[in-house]
Nanobody, 120 residues
């Protein structure tokens, strides 16, 4: 079993910055891709940013130029640096990973979600 543990959600003023972290833990696994999605009530979960095992990074259109996704050398922790935050960035942010286990099983797993609120 692979678990994702998130941290960093908070209340921040418009124009401010915040950094989210997500760490994957478990045994005998590798990560094909890892990143963040966000969801507001009544809407579908949407991609914020993701990175593949090969280092290709993809961003949602609404966050390009403001958010930066990075990861540690072990490739089990990702960081989402969010700058120039806007009220419309308010959402629950979920960490996501596509995982391969040692016995060849592949699956997607999600964190519990962390609230980001951008408000004056």
């Amino acid at each position: 079993q692979v678990q994702l543990v998130e941290s960093g959600g908070d209340l921040v003023q418009p124009g401010g910055s915040l950094r989210l972290s997500c760490t994957a833990s478990g045994t005998d696994f590798s990560i094909n891709s890892m990143g963040w999605y966000r969801q507001i009530p009544g809407k579908q979960r949407a991609l914020v940013a993701s990175v593949t095992s090969g280092g290709f990074t993809n961003y949602g259109d609404s966050v390009k130029g403001r958010f930066t996704l990075s990861r540690d050398n072990a490739k089990t922790t990702v960081y989402l640096q969010m700058n120039s935050l806007k009220p419309e960035d308010t959402a629950v942010y979920y960490c996501n990973a596509w995982v391969m286990t040692g016995d060849g099983r592949g699956f997607a797993t999600w964190g519990q979600g962390t609230q980001v609120t951008v408000s004056a």
